[in-house]
């Protein structure tokens, strides 16, 4: 299969495009046991933060509290006996990672407010239906479960739908390609009939304003 007919017209294989590294690996079972072991001590989490009426801000805050604690008496009982300190790495931040992450958020930030204002005055509808539709997406989804059930969900999907992908890859991008292929022939003939007839009908407005 040619890589026009590849999703994205994609040259690269999967495991490739997932960085080709241990991450890779763990995605696409080629670390079976790993993967699973993966599955299995979320789902004992998620289970017990179901039954245990507990949620991630105060697990992660009690956690943090007994790890402070233990250090801080750790330290103040070293201190005082003549042993060593807790052996913590130097907690620094430089400024050239600041600068860095600065500016990746800064780019990424003015990419997301043109793209949000090309939308608002209408000047990209196909970006207007996709964000539509992932908004809509979103809501649904929130609307049925809650944060910690969404995130165990969306790690299985990480850990099965890659590896399947790659395991019927030729199937699933020949049948995307027609769907793809149906789909813009449909957004063709709306944008036609309809998208372009209300832009048309906006700029009249405007010129006898």
Do not use: H
């Not at 009982?77 to 790495?89: E, F, M, T």
């Not at 991008?173 to 449909?186: A, E, G, I, T």
């Not at 944008?191 to 010129?207: G, P, T």
Request: proline share 3%.
């Amino acid at each position: 299969m040619g890589s026009s007919d590849r999703l994205f017209n994609r040259q690269r294989t999967v495991y490739q495009i997932l960085g080709g590294g241990p991450v890779a690996d763990v995605m696409l079972w080629r670390q079976k046991n790993l993967t699973v072991g993966i599955l299995l001590v979320t789902l004992a989490a998620w289970v017990v933060f179901e039954l245990s009426g507990y949620t991630l801000l105060s697990l992660v805050s009690s956690v943090f509290l007994l790890l402070v604690s233990i250090l801080f008496l750790w330290a103040k009982s070293a201190a005082i006996l003549n042993r060593p300190a807790p052996p913590l790495p130097d907690l620094y931040l430089s400024e050239e990672i600041v600068n860095e992450v600065a500016a990746f958020i800064r780019t990424r930030t003015n990419t997301l407010l043109q793209v949000s204002q090309d939308v608002a005055l209408g000047k990209d509808s196909k970006m207007f239906f996709k964000v539509a539709a992932c908004l809509w997406l979103i809501s649904f989804v929130g609307g049925l479960t809650d944060f910690l059930t969404l995130g165990y969900i969306s790690l299985v999907i990480v850990l099965t739908v890659p590896a399947l992908y790659e395991q019927y890859e030729d199937n699933i991008d020949r049948y995307s390609m027609m769907s793809y292929r149906k789909l813009r022939l449909l957004y063709m003939k709306l944008d036609e009939e309809c998208i372009s007839k209300v832009q048309k009908w906006i700029l009249e407005k405007r010129k006898l304003s």
